[in-house]
């Protein structure tokens, strides 16, 4: 409607109606979305009332979703008119936040939810980018048994959190520095 309105033309007559924006809520299922310009790939919402907050930032979520939906869907389009009409929509949105910068802190990647609840072989055998978080937990829960009995589960866990936090900010845990005797024996899982 509005876009042939800028340009002069007529409005063609509006069919459907216009859907009622609703809360954000989650989805009743994990389905992993990557956003273009990322690597990162994302499982998991964990703060939906952020984006339930007031209309102003609800419809900012809406705005994000529809950039990511036009940029994938850019690249396929065969309708000139159609290429004409999301390329126009993209740049009047262009000024707004991406959803990757809207869920940054309210989305978790699905590598760390992938670490945090499977077993390690089977979220190595997924994202084979968690092998550095697997091999630096194994090397520090190695570490804790040199230490008091007191302080070793306290330094596990502390650990464990410390690598949930970086995979949770969609960085990427490095290896360890290892002898060659243990990375030839590979890591324990």
């Known amino acids: 409607g509005p876009i042939n309105n800028l340009h002069g033309g007529n409005s063609p007559p509006q069919t459907d109606?216009?859907?009622?924006?609703?809360?954000?809520?989650?989805s009743t299922g994990p389905k992993p979305v990557t956003f273009p310009k990322s690597?990162?790939?994302?499982a998991e919402i964990r703060n939906w009332e952020r984006f339930n907050?007031?209309?102003?930032t609800r419809d900012a979520l809406y705005v994000a979703r529809d950039k990511a939906v036009n940029a994938i869907a850019l690249p396929h389009l065969q309708s000139?008119?159609?290429m004409r009409r999301i390329v126009y929509?993209?740049?009047?949105l262009e000024a707004n936040k991406?959803?990757?910068q809207i869920l940054e802190g309210a989305a978790r990647p699905l590598r760390a939810v992938a670490f945090e609840r499977e077993p390690a072989a089977d979220a190595v055998k997924k994202h084979p980018e968690l092998e550095g978080a697997h091999r630096t937990l194994t090397a520090a829960t190695k570490f804790a048994s040199s230490l008091e009995p007191a302080d070793q589960m306290k330094f596990a866990e502390q650990a464990r959190?410390?690598?949930?936090?970086t995979?949770?900010?969609?960085?990427?845990?490095?290896?360890?520095?290892m002898k060659k005797k243990e990375r030839d024996q590979g890591c324990e899982r």
């Not at 109606?17 to 809520?25: L, N, W």
């Not at 929509?89 to 009047?92: F, K, Q």
């Not at 959190?161 to 936090?165: D, F, G, K, P, V």
Request: no cysteine; aromatic share 2%.
């Open 17 to 26: 109606p216009i859907p009622t924006i609703k809360s954000a809520q989650p």
């Open 53 to 56: 907050r007031n209309a102003g």
């Open 167 to 177: 995979l949770n900010a969609g960085k990427l845990v490095p290896e360890p520095p």
């Open 98 to 100: 991406d959803l990757e």
């Open 80 to 82: 000139e008119n159609n």
């Open 39 to 42: 690597s990162v790939t994302f």
């Open 89 to 92: 929509s993209m740049d009047a």
């Open 161 to 165: 959190a410390s690598i949930q936090n």
